[in-house]
């Protein structure tokens, strides 16, 4: 089965560089979410899109942007990258149907920044 | 302020025998709990879900106890094999503030089976 595919896999930049990372959902999966591990840490929400719009924010940094395109895929833009940004990036994607929707996690990008 | 704690970081159990993984959450809007399986080098892989309106939940070797008054659900794992080794991630979606189904997750629980 069709699965969250993420590239890069691995990324790496200096200090106040830009990266992009971009997810691709489960085909007919109108929700996308980004997380974010940090070492040793629990996955956190970073932001959400349903249907091509924000449908809830977290703890991203204003030097962080996402969207989702019409295909809907997403992309989460980040500039100015600092030493603390190094982390995991999971995408995970859902339908967003009534009652509960477990989310469908990609492999992630791994961050790290110099 | 973790909302989903997992408080033990390890577990270790003999094939066959049951694993037992506990979480607790703080917020009480949660409405919905799920288990996810992480290894290395992938992404976090669904496991099992209930929803609040709910006790039990069992699929296969895996069933998910909920709580609710004790704000208390546990995953058993019967029996353990060696494949199982791996982090487990509680979630739970629900509560104030926007999406219903966006996830808080604990900190995960490294479970390891030894055959």
């Known amino acids: 089965a069709a699965g969250v595919i993420q590239s890069p896999r691995h990324l790496i930049k200096e200090k106040r560089e830009t990266a992009t990372l971009k997810c691709y959902p489960i085909p007919r999966h109108d929700t996308v979410y980004w997380y974010q591990q940090g070492p040793g840490q629990d996955p956190q929400f970073l932001i959400s899109f349903y249907e091509k719009m924000q449908s809830d924010k977290g703890s991203i940094p204003d030097r962080f942007s996402a969207q989702q395109f019409s295909d809907y895929h997403s992309e989460l833009n980040m500039s100015s990258l600092e030493l603390g940004d190094s982390a995991l990036y999971f995408c995970a994607s859902s339908i967003m149907t009534g009652g509960g929707s477990p989310l469908h996690f990609g492999n992630g990008t791994r961050l790290t920044v110099t | 302020d973790q909302q989903v704690k997992q408080n033990s970081p390890s577990l270790s159990v003999q094939e066959g025998r049951i694993s037992i993984l506990n979480c607790d959450y703080t917020n009480s809007m949660f409405d919905y709990f799920l288990w996810y399986k992480k290894y290395p080098a992938e992404g976090p892989t669904f496991l099992i879900s209930?929803?609040?309106?709910?006790d039990k939940n069992e699929d296969g070797r895996f069933t998910v106890f909920l709580n609710k008054s004790a704000k208390h659900l546990s995953l058993h794992i019967v029996p353990s094999q060696p494949g199982d080794s791996a982090v487990y991630f509680c979630a739970a979606s629900g509560g104030s503030g926007g999406s219903n189904y966006k996830l808080t997750f604990g900190k995960g629980t490294l479970l390891t089976v030894n055959p």
């Open positions: 209930i929803s609040s309106i709910k």
